[in-house]
């Protein structure tokens, strides 16, 4: 029921900024909604080191907390010489997906994992769902053992400070 919930307040939230958006200069709502002004409802930006440039094995941050409902844009990237997953399968499934990002090309769809390359760079558009505590992890053989491990959590809106 909850996750329900979060989607009509999203998208109620979502059809009061596109009128917003379109009112005319005489204060009357326009007869349609611009599909673009969706597009345009700004995203909290969350930076993510897979890695650093010294070799260390280990996600920066490597805590998350997201409120349910709520649009995030984590900006991936991989400073390492080596490659990396941000692998939170749960958290993955419990969460929409917008878009993924990377070089010239959008993804769109569920997403489970995300290797970066060294030096590449990626950008995750999402909306986290339903509410729970999830793992984070790379999944290559001896990254994680090493500390390449997070907690993702998602809180209820009315729990976010």
Sequence with gaps: MI???GIILRLSFILAIALLLNLSTTGVAAASIDPSALARIDATEV???LGSPDNELKFFPNQFE?????TYKLLLNN???QKHYFTAKDF???SWTRKVEAGNVEIKGAI???ELKPGAEAEWVFVPEKPGTYDLRCTIAGHAEA???GTIRIVNPQESV
């Design 66 to 70: 997201f409120v349910a409902g709520r």
């Design 47 to 49: 930076r993510v080191s």
């Design 92 to 94: 993955a499934d419990a």
């Design 147 to 149: 500390g390449m491990t």
């Design 79 to 81: 400073p390492s010489p």
């Design 3 to 5: 996750p329900q919930i």
């Design 112 to 114: 489970h994992e995300l």
